[in-house]
């Protein structure tokens, strides 16, 4: 299965923008790029997915580099609620071994 | 049921002892994946079935760790005498055709003294 590469962790002020990368050189035609989130003592929770082009949904947004071998989810506006561990998937059609990588931890501060 | 259940939440072992591990799935939900997460680390995959069968075995660590799932739905971990490197937090995930992603429960802490 395809890997993902992602910085261990980063750090953001509260109410600011968060750019959180993801790298993905190997990812192939059919790879959707999916992120999740795991809040501390919980499991991971979907956050959004795409293919080529670029997402919105109320939780986050998802730049998809032209040549799809990296990405950003963005988190508008962070809050103290948003520190977790993100994690960048690739994970194509039906049903697979899916590789989870150890994530970018977040912390925000107040 | 509206979410992934698993069971027990926690979970504390002799070592050598035998302990299963269960996940209640979303219901209809085609797959089911188990994965293990020690403490500060990443996911790691252990299996996953489609239906009641497995076609991916290759994460389980070792022969002592087995699974099965019944009538697509429950699944088991079990896991022969443990060892105190066993200790984790085993995580379900459960997803069907038409569903965004995986639907994760909120896992099984095992530790094993």
């Given amino acids: ?110 | 049921g509206a979410g992934v259940s698993q069971s027990p939440s926690n979970k504390v072992t002799e070592k050598g002892k035998d302990v299963e591990l269960r996940c209640d799935p979303i219901s209809g939900h085609t797959a089911l994946y188990w994965y293990r997460q020690s403490l500060g680390q990443g996911l790691e995959f252990l299996i996953y079935f489609q239906g009641n069968s497995a076609p991916d075995k290759s994460g389980l660590p070792s022969d002592r760790f087995s699974a099965e799932r019944t009538g697509g739905s429950v699944s088991t971990l079990t896991i022969q005498r443990t060892q105190q490197e066993d200790s984790a937090v085993y995580l379900c995930a459960s997803i069907t055709q038409g569903t965004n992603g995986y639907t994760f429960g909120s896992g099984t802490r095992l530790t094993v003294v």
């Fill in chain 1, 1 to 110: 299965d395809a890997k993902t590469t992602q910085p261990n962790s980063m750090e953001s002020n509260e109410e600011e923008p968060v750019h959180l990368p993801c790298n993905h050189s190997t990812i192939s035609g059919t790879d959707y790029i999916h992120w999740y989130r795991q809040l501390p003592s919980q499991g991971p929770e979907y956050v959004i997915h795409g293919l080529t082009s670029n997402v919105n949904n109320r939780m986050a947004s998802l730049a998809i580099a032209e040549d799809r071998k990296s990405s950003t989810l963005i988190l508008h506006r962070a809050t103290l609620r948003d520190a977790a561990v993100y994690y960048c998937i690739l994970r194509s059609g039906g049903y697979q071994k899916v590789t989870f990588g150890t994530g970018t931890k977040l912390q925000v501060i107040p």
